[in-house]
Structures are given as C-alpha cells and as structure tokens.
C-alpha cells in the first residue's frame, strides 16, 4: 500500500497548497488591485506570443467612478441577484447540469462537462485563476475559489473587481479600457443605452468587438440590450434586507 499512500499524500499536499496560494492571492486583493487575470494573461500570449508591443487594453477604474447605469446593466445581463445569493445559484447549477446531460445522452458536445448557471463570483473565479477549459476538476476548483472570494471580499470589491478585469471585445479588459474603446467616454459617464449595449456583449465579447468571432456565437445583440433596458432599474446596486429592488 505505501506506493500508493506516497503518491496520494504528494497529490493532497500539492492540492492543499494551491488552495493557500489562491486564499493568500485573494486577501490580498483586499487593499491591492488584481494587475492581470489568468485569461488576460491567456489572451496576451494568443495575441501577442513574444512581441514587445500587444493590444491588449486594460485600466482600472474605481468602483465609484463607474456609472450606475452600466452597474445595473451587467446585473441585468449576467447575474441579477448577485448582492443577494452567496456565490452560486444551485437551481441555475441544476438546469445548467440537466441540459449538458441531455447533450452528453444526444452524443453533441460529448467531451464538455459542464457550462451555464454562473454567477458573477463564479465567472471571476474563472477568470482569476483558471483556463477556459471544461471539465469536472475545474468546475469544481471554480467553486472552492468561488467560496474563497465571498468569504473574503465584500460584495462590492468582487463586483469592482469584475468589471475591471472581464473581457469587452478582443483585447480589451475592464470597463475603462472598453469604455475609451466603443464611446471615448469614461465609465462615469456611460448613459443607459452604451451600458446596455457593453451589457449585452458579455456573453460574447469578440463578436462584439468583431464580426469574425461571430460564427460560433448564438447572441442577438439589440434583443438583449433591449430585455436590459426594460430591468435594469429593478435590480439592486448593494444588499437589501428589506427586499427592496432599488437602492
């Protein structure tokens, strides 16, 4: 048995280590901003490999200093709740798992595990720290970082630091650079229609930027930043325990 327990014991070390690599990244967030994620560092070495100059766009823009109309909008589009719920949303989880399996038994996407049913904190977790890639060990990995990130930070912090590090089109990260890049405009200053259409990309954000990203992406752009115009004053900007939807 010890050829076993040696080899085991060396995978829970490892495992164990890399979960106190993340906790410590992340406490430090608390006062430090994140200077890169894991995919912007992905998509600076597709698009750039070695060369010295690289069109990747990114600037951080305080919390305060976006607009609340493009805070709203991006609830809207990808997690309505998220001041309310502690990181996921089990029956989004459990429909996300029932329609891959439908997929999986129809023999269509076979070798992809999960997708769907994420929330805010979820896609940041995967967007920090992980690849884009598809399977159980990293859905699961997502959701330990998932509980890391709400144990840690406040709601606020996580949803700045989202919208400073997610993608907005090819190369551009966060919402001051996407900002500059669609309108020449600062965050602060984005109205209700530019922050439901830099809402609406989410979902795809190449094709957004540009047409040919678009194959693959199933997204009707002005339908969607349409349904986010119609709700995005009914979502709440911090947690209410009166159940109020406006703050």
Known sequence: MRWFIYPFKCLLFGFLAMQAYFAIQIGLWTTINPDSTAFQRAERWRLCTWHWTCPIQSKWTPYDKISGNLKRAV????????????GVRVEDMQKAWEKNQQKNRSGKQAKTALRGGSTI???LAKNLFLSSEQNYFRKGQELIITGLLELTLSKQRLFEIYLNSVEWGEGIFGIGAAAQHYYTTTPAALDREQSAALASALPAPKCFDKTQYCRKANIHFP?????ILEYMDRVALAPNPKGSSKK
């Open 75 to 86: 609830l809207v589009s990808e997690d309505d709740i998220f001041f309310q719920h502690k």
């Open 223 to 227: 339908t969607r930043q349409e349904f």
């Open 121 to 123: 904190t979820q896609q």
